[in-house]
């Protein structure tokens, strides 16, 4: 056995997981545990309590509330690339999990446990802020709603208490001739993301973008969004999306590291997020075609 | 910690620590030395087993996770004792194994892809296998397993007429 010593619980409400959470301050929540347990052999993590999630009820649901799809934190990766629900109203996070880990970690990793952990090149933080999603926490018997983009504050760090269980992610739903992009480059299939883009617009029944959202990952320590608003109102000009993109990615501050370089990193994100929104672009024009 | 599980169609109670990944407890309570212990942290699939029918890592789970769930691994698999799987019988067939060690891993991740997909593309099945490493036979041979035991299987079902043209 190589992780240090712990206790394991599994409450089966959230109140119970945050009296657990408030009485010990070592604890941890696991849920899926897919980058948690190989911290614990490594022994990068050293709590005394695991409190299990995985099996809450209350924690994993996907369901429509008015204009936001509401997916529970412990909800499955799996369950999550198989619903119907969530490729329909919320088509981003469809296209971006199949490129988290491989099939295998997909089937115990969690929506909300991606979000906890907050890696820098994950790809569900990455529709998060790129969405503009709600990331929703519960401290004893209270509830806070923290957008995406104030709650990833740096890599592996949160908004989020010690004391506080991510319970839902509220994804905004969009309406009309909508279309997604998303991109990433990594060393081998499912590795680490060394850059990722992820794009959704929307288009008139002209044809003109009348809402678009970009977000990059793996190039700062958290993911960024970069506002496109320059290229909204009008049909799409690649020269002018170029240079809008390239302002935004040179205002980004990349970090060196073993596996690539800052210079690379920011390259690497401005070619993946072209290459998205023009794939939104296209998914877009042919859900308006077939609109009409 | 006492955990429950059905084990390869079968109840067991175990009773472990809980710092035990499924994995360990599978070798070393169950003495169920298919399931083989690789890189230990999620990275080379030699540990894949199948929970609820999916493949799993085996030592990303802690065994009191695993209470109530059903486990297949690789010995369950066979049909009966001293026979093969048609998944099993086509990774000898087509040589898709060298030294071994990915190989419990790699049959039963392409065993829960040829659940759900019975046509797998090679795309596809690269794809299914693409975390689990082999650093002997390469891939070309096993994907070729895989394919040739998702024919046989498709064929298994047609009139013995048909299967024969």
């Known amino acids: 056995m190589k992780p240090a010593p712990f206790d394991y619980i599994r409450p089966d409400t959230v109140s119970n997981v945050c009296a657990l959470l408030a009485d010990n301050f070592d604890a941890r929540i696991i849920a899926g ?3 948690l347990i ?3 052999a490594m022994r990068l993590a050293r709590p005394t309590l695991l409190i299990d999630v995985a099996r809450i009820a209350e924690l994993r649901r996907i369901e429509i509330d008015g204009d936001h799809l509401v997916i529970g934190a412990a909800t499955r990766q799996a369950e999550a690339e198989a619903s119907p629900d969530i490729a329909r109203y919320v088509p981003l996070l469809h296209a971006a999990l199949p490129w988290i880990g491989h099939a295998p970690t ?12 907050a890696d820098p090149s994950a790809e569900i933080p990455l529709v998060a802020v790129t969405l503009r999603a709600e990331i929703i926490l519960r401290e004893g018997e209270d509830e806070f709603i923290v957008p995406a983009e104030d709650f990833f504050i740096g890599a592996m760090v949160t908004a989020a208490a010690p004391e506080a269980c991510l319970t839902a992610v509220r994804l ?6 909508v279309g997604v992009g998303f991109q990433e480059i990594s060393a081998r299939r499912s590795d680490f993301a060394f850059a990722s883009a992820a794009a959704q617009l929307s288009l008139d029944p002209e044809g003109r973008i009348s809402r678009i959202v970009l977000g990059v990952g793996g190039v700062e320590d958290r993911p960024v969004a970069i506002d496109l608003g320059e290229v909204a109102g009008e049909v799409l000009d690649r020269r002018r999306l170029s240079d809008a993109v390239a302002s935004g990615i040179e205002a980004l501050h990349a970090e060196t590291d073993l ?23 296209s998914n877009a024009s042919a859900a308006l075609e077939t609109r009409r | 910690m006492k955990v429950e599980l059905n084990v390869n169609d079968r109840m067991v109670e175990i009773d472990v620590e809980p710092r035990k990944t499924l994995l360990d407890a599978l070798r070393d309570d169950l003495r169920l030395t298919g399931t083989h212990t690789g890189c230990e942290h999620g990275v080379c699939g030699a540990c894949t087993v199948l929970v609820d029918g999916a493949p799993v890592r085996a030592c990303l789970m802690l065994a009191v996770q695993s209470d109530g769930h059903e486990i297949t691994t690789i ?11 048609v998944l099993q019988d086509a990774f000898c067939e087509t040589h898709g194994m060298q030294c071994g060690y990915c190989t419990p891993g790699m049959i039963l991740t392409a065993h829960a892809l040829l659940q759900k997909n019975v046509t797998p593309s090679r795309e596809e099945i690269v ?21 040739f035991a998702a024919e046989r299987l498709a064929r298994a079902n047609e009139p013995r007429a048909a299967a024969a043209e």
């Open chain 2, 127 to 147: 794809d299914a296998i693409s975390g689990n490493i082999c650093r002997c036979t390469g891939y070309g041979q096993i994907v070729e397993a895989i394919e």
């Open chain 1, 259 to 281: 596996h690539a370089s800052a210079a690379y990193r920011k390259r690497a994100a401005l070619d993946l997020a072209v290459k998205a929104v023009v794939q939104a672009h």
């Open chain 1, 38 to 40: 190989p911290m614990l």
């Open chain 1, 172 to 177: 905004p739903v969009w309406n009309g001739a």
């Open chain 1, 33 to 35: 545990g897919q980058t």
């Open chain 1, 106 to 117: 997909r089937s115990r990793g969690t929506v909300g446990g991606s979000i906890a952990n």
């Open chain 2, 75 to 85: 010995e369950g698999l066979a049909p009966a004792p001293g026979e093969l799987s």
